[in-house]
Nanobody
Framework: QVQLVESGGGLVQAGASLRLSCVAS????????MGWFRQAPGKEREFLAA????????YYTDSVKGRFTISKDNAKNTVYLQMNSLKPEDTAVYYC?????????????????WGQGTQVTVSS
């Protein structure tokens, strides 16, 4: 099993920045992809970004390119999501997810392991 714990959410004003963290523990794999998703009230869960643990290749959805950056710290088993120029429409619960053995993963069903989520609220 893989355990994922997110942190770093909060209430900020529009234009501010936040950095989310996700610490992974438990079973390890030789290759996997870590991803970030979000879900706003009344909306479907949305893919944001992913990073291949080995090599560091990154993937982004078009709506966050240039504002959000995914990164990792192998030594800390931690993946980050740096979010800049936040907008009220970025308000959502943000989830970290892990896809063991994956080379590319950007869809919800690619990821069998999920964190509990962290709330991000952006006020106007």
């Amino acid at each position: 099993q893989v355990q994922l714990v997110e942190s770093g959410g909060g209430l900020v004003q529009a234009g501010a920045s936040l950095r989310l963290s996700c610490v992974a523990s438990g079973r390890t794999f030789s290759s996997y992809v870590m991803g970030w998703f979000r879900q706003a009230p009344g909306k479907e869960r949305e893919f944001l970004a992913a990073i291949r643990w080995s090599g560091g290749t990154t993937y982004y959805t078009d709506s966050v390119k240039g504002r959000f950056t995914i990164s990792k710290d192998n030594a800390k088993n931690t993946v980050y999501l740096q979010m800049n120029s936040l907008k009220p429409e970025d308000t959502a619960v943000y989830y970290c997810a892990s896809a063991p053995h994956a080379i590319v993963a950007t869809r919800q069903y690619d990821f069998p392991y999920w964190g509990q989520g962290t709330q991000v609220t952006v006020s106007s």
